[in-house]
Nanobody, 115 residues
Framework: QVQLVESGGGLVQPGGSLRLSCAAS????????MRWYRQAPGKERELVAFITSTRGTNYADSVKDRFTISRDNARRTVYLQMNSLKPEDTAMYYC?????????WGQGTQVTVSS
């Protein structure tokens, strides 16, 4: 079955960096686009970044030039490098794949940006 396991979240000061990882299993990772979403308390879940099977990328305006999504097909892992973090980046971050017309989500990893 499809499984997504996120890691790498934590507490970081404004201006700091974190790298999130999402380990995938249960599907042919190479063939699928992967997405990172986030959800802050009291807000809707929003798409942060996605990467296609051919490594095309796209970002939300709020994170452009600060976040970088990448993938390692050999490790079946997608990453989100987050630089110049701001308090408004505080959220639970989720990995997502649309597989056979169904959305799959990981359990999420918490990112808190605070001094």
């Amino acid at each position: 079955q499809v499984q997504l396991v996120e890691s790498g979240g934590g507490l970081v000061q404004p201006g700091g960096s974190l790298r999130l990882s999402c380990a995938a299993s249960g599907f042919t990772f190479t063939y699928y686009a992967m997405r990172w979403y986030r959800q802050a308390p009291g807000k809707e879940r929003e798409l942060v970044a996605f990467i296609t099977s051919t490594r095309g990328t796209n970002y939300a305006d709020s994170v452009k030039d600060r976040f970088t999504i990448s993938r390692d097909n050999a490790r079946r892992t997608v990453y989100l490098q987050m630089n110049s973090l701001k308090p408004e980046d505080t959220a639970m971050y989720y990995c997502n794949v649309l597989h056979q017309s169904r959305d799959y989500w990981g359990q999420g990893t918490q990112v808190t940006v605070s001094s």
